[in-house]
């Protein structure tokens, strides 16, 4: 008999047959596979080949017709049915079939992945490790959903659960799932996918080796002491010292290293072991979250996942408490004032061991934490849009789930609250998240020149009862750009601004980079999953969000150059997951300009009009 969670979505049916009944047509949805592992290999095919489609401007036909895809470099061809044809990039593929029958992830990985490599003239190696890292994170996919069938009715909180949704990763990522240098037992607690929960490591470190600061007076060590000693499995570090957390993956690999084993060697640093109450991974692994914490910690985390070791750099760290300082010289008055349904989490204040020199590993950010207590209508139902978005696969007996995402279930309850098709429904959806989120995000960018990104990840929202958005919020201190016309201005703010800190930015690249996150991976991205979940058709959401963004080119003259992008530019820049994977960069090393691979996507909105 198969355990599997219940859907509590399932009775939410929608008030007439959505458009995933198309698919049906096409056979089972290869995500549905009995076998989890199946489904994971099914679901870590299908994204590279999302990815590498968009990547390589490989024209896509239409549902119901083949792909074919040549690797001359292999001697190899793919046919790969087309499930759903996105016009945005969603699209939803079959299993692809080689001159000798099915082709799973290894194949697809190894003969896309040498056409890169080969094309572009890297070294071999490299081939390699992006080939292990896909075969990696289908596998981790693989356990994910094993255990999801396995588990019963979740106890997450709305935040967490949709922090723990992500079980198939980045829907245009090669390899999101991948965690190599973790074992399967560590991933047990360490995973938000598995729902994991852990003690952090805490460390006791001398004064005179701690380094930090905060943006609003309170002091970064007292709120790390409350953490450390709250509770019966509290620990009291020594007499003048301070508390400082780790990773607990993290807190053994740190001992490894030479500066920090001489602040142990001297004392100045004991390691105190894990200790008080547990927390629990979000979407991004390394944040923690505690639902009656006052604050979220991000920790720095060495492992590779997707694109980059998760090490917190202490420039980061600076501008996050930067960025909070500038919030609270009149940007955030003003926001709070022109949106009070929209916030930002502030990354407000630093922690490390270690005072001189590079980062120790001990890195810790603290983050606002507004999502406290259990379900209700307050402001703790925040859900990570990333989450909500995340396919789901069947339930293990062969037939699809009650609901393919989170958003299918809020769009078919937002149907029956309002007497209306998923179709109008969906649309309803996308207004109220224009409102909620994009617009105070451009209209802070025409207002001041503060540019964020506001990927899927780093954006939340809550559902009102009809489940539809009625609040937003930000995260992310890595994600700040000042552009440099409006430099003077915010200077006078905050005279020590960018003082040390690379913030500011020309205004063409500020809107390039804008246009990415907030148009291509958010906007776009989400136009592109409510296609792919069969609840509406992409054009009419272009359609509204087209109206939308022209309407603010109307009334924000300071966001010009951001919208005359979005709207009329034949193509946007977009950063090319596939390529930067092949590539083996780390996109938190180096310059910011060539930290990823881009691509010349063409734009999708300038295809349709009001």
Not at 185 to 209: C, I, M, N, T
Not at 226 to 244: R, S
Not at 261 to 274: H, M, S, Y
Not at 574 to 589: A, S
Request: hydrophobic share 40%; proline share 8%; aromatic share 6%.
């Amino acid at each position: 008999m198969n355990g599997h969670r219940p859907d509590p979505s399932a009775a939410l049916a929608p008030v007439e047959p959505d458009l995933a009944g198309a698919f049906a047509s096409r056979g089972p949805d290869p995500l549905d596979d009995p076998d989890p592992f199946g489904a994971g290999e099914a679901a870590a095919v299908e994204t590279l080949l999302r990815a590498y489609v968009r990547e390589t401007a490989t024209p896509v036909p239409a549902a119901g017709e083949e792909l074919l895809l040549d690797f001359p470099a292999s001697g190899v061809r793919l046919s790969v049915p087309v499930r759903y044809r996105s016009a945005t990039g969603w699209h939803r593929f079959g299993e692809p079939r080689a001159a000798s029958g099915p082709a799973g992830a290894a194949l697809v990985a190894a003969v896309a992945i040498r056409e890169s490599v080969v094309r572009r003239r890297l070294s071999h190696h490299l081939g390699s490790d992006a080939v292990a890292r896909v075969l990696d994170s289908a596998r981790r996919t693989g356990t994910h959903l094993a255990r999801r069938r396995a588990e019963g009715e979740s106890k997450a909180t709305p935040f967490l659960e949709a922090e723990q949704a992500l079980l198939l990763g980045h829907p245009f990522h090669p390899a999101p799932k991948s965690r190599q240098e973790a074992s399967d037992g560590e991933l047990d607690a360490y995973s938000p996918e598995l729902r994991g929960s852990f003690q952090l490591h805490w460390f006791a470190a001398d004064p005179a080796v701690v380094v930090g600061e905060s943006a609003d007076g309170r002091s970064p060590a007292e709120l790390l002491r409350g953490l450390a000693i709250g509770g019966a499995a509290g620990v009291e570090p020594p007499a003048g010292m301070i508390p400082v957390p780790a990773h607990p993956w993290q807190a053994r690999e740190v001992l490894r290293r030479p500066e920090v084993a001489a602040l142990v060697e001297a004392g100045l640093l004991r390691p105190l072991g894990p200790a008080g109450p547990v927390w629990h991974p979000t979407s991004s692994v390394r944040t923690v979250h505690r639902p009656d914490a006052e604050v979220m910690l991000k920790l720095s985390l060495g492992m590779r996942i997707t694109n980059s070791r998760r090490n917190n750099l202490r420039g980061e760290l600076r501008l996050g408490v930067r960025a909070a300082r500038l919030l609270a010289a009149g940007p955030g008055d003003w926001l709070r004032a022109e949106h009070p349904e929209f916030g930002i989490l502030r990354d407000f204040a630093w922690i490390s061991a270690g005072a001189d020199g590079p980062e120790t590993g001990l890195e810790t950010a603290i983050r606002d934490n507004p999502f406290r207590g259990g379900a209700g209508d307050g402001p703790d139902d925040g859900q990570c849009v990333a989450g909500l978005l995340a396919e789901r696969t069947g339930p293990g007996d062969g037939t699809p789930p009650g609901h393919r995402a989170l958003l299918s279930a809020a769009t078919a309850r937002a149907a029956r609250a309002h007497g209306v098709s998923l179709a109008e429904a969906s649309a309803r959806w996308l207004t109220r998240y224009l409102d909620v989120l994009a617009a105070p995000l451009i209209r802070l960018y025409a207002r001041y020149g503060i540019a964020l990104e506001p990927h899927h990840q780093n954006t939340l929202v809550a559902l009102d009862g009809d489940g539809l958005p009625r609040a937003g919020w930000y995260r992310d201190s890595q994600g700040y750009y000042v552009a440099a016309s409006r430099a003077g201005e915010l200077e006078r703010l905050l005279p020590e601004l960018a003082d040390g800190l690379e913030l500011v930015f020309d205004d063409d690249f500020v809107d390039e980079r804008v246009a990415y996150y907030l148009g291509i991976n958010n906007l776009l991205g989400l136009v592109g999953a409510f296609g792919a979940l069969g609840l509406t058709d992409e054009g009419d959401l272009l359609r509204v969000l087209r109206a939308a963004l022209e309407r603010l080119r109307t009334t924000e003259p300071g966001a010009k150059g951001l919208l005359d992008l979005l709207l009329d530019a034949p193509a946007l820049r977009c950063k090319g997951n596939f390529l930067t994977c092949v590539d083996g960069r780390d996109e938190l090393v180096g310059d910011v300009r060539a930290q990823s691979v881009y691509i010349d996507l063409p734009n999708p909105l300038t295809e349709v009009s009001r």
